[in-house]
T-cell receptor, first 113, second 112 residues
Framework: NAGVTQTPKFRVLKTGQSMTLLCAQD?????MYWYRQDPGMGLRLIHY???????AKGEVPDGYNVSRLKKQNFLLGLESAAPSQTSVYFC????????????FGPGTRLLVL | DAKTTQPPSMDCAEGRAANLPCNHS???????VYWYRQIHSQGPQYIIH???NNETNEMASLIITEDRKSSTLILPHATLRDTAVYYC?????????????FGTGTQLKVEL
């Protein structure tokens, strides 16, 4: 079991460029989440998904889009990157609505110049 | 949403018990208390959770006061590898997704 994996590990973008972060889990979890973490702050929820084909907004969704076409994958897209999106992005998954535990990936470090 | 308050930092000697406090005075009756930790540059890791009763697992113990307004995470024999930021979280359940609201946590430093 690889658990939760994230691709890429690190990326540098110029302002206005687009990119997609990939999260994959092999635990057959229903729920998946994208968080961002900025220096000195806790994690903030961007978007989440309660199942294949569904997505919902979290605390800080502006500037991001997501898709969950397959149960095991959750994609986070930045259509036009801004320096304010420089952050560490973490993906997580959990078994279902009544599952207490979220399993996190190793993170993607994104720098927008 | 119930907010949590934690001290920003704590020190602990290796081999000693680390007791990390958390206040959650506005917690609702059906809200669980979760603890996660984040070792530098890694993704957060689940430690333990509880509702009313004290809980224990292979990693830690969770003591919740009778009025549920505060709790303490206990690492019984802290090691250098337990140095991390520890987050106390009260689960926000809006009926779709177990969304966790992370605060700034407690930076625990375990020293020789």
């Amino acid at each position: 079991n690889a658990g939760v994996t994230q691709t890429p590990k690190f990326r540098v973008l110029k302002t206005g460029q687009s990119m997609t972060l990939l999260c994959a889990q092999d635990m057959n979890h229903e729920y998946m989440y994208w968080y961002r973490q900025d220096p000195g702050m806790g994690l903030r929820l961007i978007h989440y998904s309660v199942g294949e084909g569904t997505t919902a907004k979290g605390e800080v969704p502006d500037g991001y889009n997501v898709s969950r076409l397959k149960k095991q994958n959750f994609l986070l897209g930045l259509e036009s990157a801004a320096p304010s999106q420089t952050s560490v992005y973490f993906c997580a998954s959990s078994l279902g609505q009544f599952s207490e535990t979220q399993y996190f990936g190793p993170g993607t470090r994104l720098l927008v110049l | 949403d119930a907010k949590t308050t934690q001290p920003p930092s704590m020190d602990c000697a290796e081999g000693r018990a680390a007791n990390l406090p958390c206040n959650h005075s506005t917690i609702s009756g059906n809200e669980y208390v979760y603890w996660y930790r984040q070792i530098h540059s890694q993704g957060p890791q689940y430690i333990i959770h509880g509702l009313k009763n004290n809980e224990t697992n292979e990693m830690a113990s969770l003591i919740i006061t009778e009025d549920r307004k505060s709790s303490t995470l206990i690492l019984p024999h802290a090691t250098l590898r337990d140095t991390a930021v520890y987050y106390c979280i009260v689960r926000v359940d809006t009926g779709g997704g177990n969304k966790l609201t992370f605060g700034t946590g407690t930076q625990l430093k375990v020293e020789l």
